[in-house]
């Protein structure tokens, strides 16, 4: 069965320092990875996505995740957080076949103290 | 936002009364799925649609149905709600292959039973 796990529930950066969310993926076969943002009581937003194209993906605000098959890993990284970063991110991991269902990781509440 | 409408958005019940959630979507999608969200599990799934009248149980399918009689409307009905029950779901649909399976999410119910 696939899976995900976000290894941090919490991360806590300083405005203008680098983020670092993790997130490793078990799996059989290639998977579609994603990260997505929720900001307080509002709805989910992608962020990036890997489709086996480039390893290195570039999405939104900044946010970028790099895919490496050796280690299992797709982990989210922006060089200088924002206020406006404080969120909660899901990584998501999807397979080909099995009627396009995904499977969340837990999530991780970044906080951005000023 | 793939023009995905939930309603009611709030809804505030009691202890074993019926109650149902309509997803409505626009752009004739043919997979479509129900999630709920809780503190510290990220999104599961609850059930979801392969297609008008075709549909099947995800993770925490108990206590929940769910009927898809058009393609644009996905149903959730709690048959007798419960105070575990008490969450903020989500309606998704896929974008599909050409999207690499990726999901995109309505603004969510926020459900409270007492």
């Known amino acids: 069965a696939q899976s995900v796990t976000q290894l941090d529930s919490h991360v806590s950066v300083s405005e203008g320092t680098p983020v670092l969310l993790r997130c490793n993926y078990s799996?059989?076969?290639?998977?579609?990875l994603f990260w997505y943002v929720q900001h307080p009581n509002k709805g989910l937003q992608l962020l990036l996505k890997?489709?086996?194209?480039?390893?290195l993906v570039k999405g939104i605000n900044g946010f970028e995740a790099e895919f490496k098959k050796s280690e299992t890993s797709f982990h989210l990284t922006k060089p200088s957080a924002h206020m406006s970063d404080a969120a909660e991110y899901f990584c998501?991991?999807?397979?080909?076949?099995?009627?396009?269902?995904?499977?969340f990781g837990t999530g991780t509440k970044l906080q951005v103290i000023p | 936002d793939a023009g995905i409408t939930q309603s009611p958005r709030h809804k505030v019940t009691e202890t074993g009364t019926p109650v149902t959630l309509r997803c409505h979507q626009t752009?004739?999608?043919?997979?479509m799925y129900w999630y709920r969200q809780d503190p510290g599990h990220g999104l599961r799934l609850i059930h979801y649609?392969?297609?008008?009248?075709?549909?099947d149980k995800g993770e925490v399918s108990d206590g929940y149905s769910v009927s898809r009689s058009k393609t644009e409307d996905f149903l959730l009905t709690l048959e007798s709600a419960t105070s575990s029950q008490t969450s903020v779901y989500f309606c998704?649909?896929?974008?599909?292959?050409?999207?690499?399976?990726?999901?995109?999410f309505g603004p969510g119910t926020r459900l409270t039973v007492l």
């Open positions: 752009e004739n999608h043919r997979y």
């Open positions: 998704a649909i896929s974008l599909g292959t050409s999207g690499g399976y990726e999901q995109f």
């Open positions: 890997y489709t086996s194209a480039a390893t």
């Open positions: 998501v991991v999807s397979f080909s076949g099995g009627y396009q269902k995904v499977t």
């Open positions: 799996s059989s076969y290639s998977p579609s």
């Open positions: 649609s392969y297609g008008v009248k075709d549909t």
